[in-house]
C-alpha cells in the first residue's frame, strides 16, 4: 500500500512539473505587449472665480476661488522691484502664476554680470521696447528644453493689450503672458510648477489652468489714479 502510494505521489509531481513547464514556455514564447505609462488621475476643480482689487495696486482681475493671491517677497532669490508684484498660487496643483510689474519710465535695479563671475547692480530706466525685448528673451530661454515656442497677441474686450507665449516640451515654465498699454504700465505673468517638469503627466493640469489664465488676462484691468 505504502510503495502504492509512491508510486501514485510521484505520478502527481511529474504531472504538476509538466503542466508547470508548458505555462512557463508557453509564456516566454508569447508576444510582449508594451503597456503605456500611467499618471495619477487628477481631480479638478469647478470654476468659479471672485475679483481682485487691492486699492494701492495698478490693476484688478478676477481670479479662481481655489487659488491665493499673495505679495511677491521674494522672486527667484531677489527682492522684487516694488511692492506691486503679486503670486497666484493653487495649492491642489503645485502651480503658481508670477506677477511682476514694471512702471514704464521708472527706475529699475539691474543685474550685470562682470568678467569675474559675479555680478553688479546697475540701474536703468523701463523703456517700454526694452521690456518686450526681454519677455522674448526670457520665454527664448526654454531653447534648450522646448519642442515649439509660439506666440499671439492679445487684444481683450477692456482694451489690454500683450502677448502670449505657449511653450512646448518640458519647459520649467510652458505659458508667459505680458499685459501693456505702452505708456504706464508693464505686467509680465508665467505659470510654473514645484515638480519637474513632465509634459505628458501636466498636461491634464496646463489645460485646465489655461482657461483659468485666460479668464485672468480677459477679466484685466489698469485702475485709473484713485481707483
Known sequence: MQKSFLSRYKLLLILFMGTACCTFFNACNSPYISKKR???????????????NQPN???????????????????????PENS??????????????????????GNSLYKIKQANGQYKDSFGIN????????????????????????D????????ISGVFFKVGGNAATSKQFFLSDTTKNFLRGALYFDVTPNAD???????????????????????????
Open 38 to 52: 500611467g499618471y495619477y488621475i487628477i481631480e479638478l476643480p469647478q470654476r468659479k472665480y471672485q475679483l481682485f
Open 57 to 79: 495696486l495698478p490693476y484688478s482681475f478676477e481670479y479662481p476661488v481655489y487659488a491665493n493671491v499673495i505679495q511677491d517677497t521674494t522672486y527667484f532669490d531677489n527682492n
Open 84 to 105: 506691486y508684484w503679486r503670486n497666484i498660487d493653487f495649492p491642489n496643483f503645485n502651480a503658481r502664476i508670477f506677477l511682476s510689474y514694471k512702471e514704464i519710465g
Open 127 to 150: 523703456l517700454f521696447d526694452k521690456m518686450v525685448a526681454d519677455a522674448f528673451t526670457l520665454t527664448n530661454k526654454n531653447n534648450v528644453v522646448s519642442s515649439s515656442i509660439n
Open 152 to 159: 499671439s497677441l492679445i487684444h481683450t474686450t477692456n482694451g
Open 201 to 227: 503627466s501636466l498636461r491634464p493640469v496646463q489645460d485646465f489652468l489655461q482657461v483659468d489664465m485666460d479668464h485672468i488676462i480677459n477679466t484685466f484691468k489698469w485702475k485709473n489714479k484713485g481707483q
